[in-house]
């Protein structure tokens, strides 16, 4: 019984992100062809802190980036 509300929920869930992506990108059509000015994404590197030992050890910021580009590398 709790397998079939929780997969009817997920059912529905699924139907409302693809109307709202939908709705997105018709949005975004919409406004390149109106004209309004478009581009690809940028990428934002914003950064959160999460722990102060960055700092404590005093690294610059690229040198903290640099060190979790290492850590996510895929070989």
Do not use: Y
């Amino acid at each position: 019984m709790v397998l079939f509300i929780l997969t009817e929920k997920d059912k529905l869930l699924r139907e409302e992100i693809t109307k709202e992506r939908t709705r997105l990108l018709q949005k975004m059509i919409g406004a390149k062809k109106g004209g309004d000015k478009v581009g690809p994404a940028i990428p934002s590197f914003a950064e959160h802190n999460f722990c102060e030992d960055d700092h404590a050890e005093g690294k610059t910021l690229w040198e903290r980036i640099e060190n979790r580009m290492i850590l996510t590398e895929i070989n």
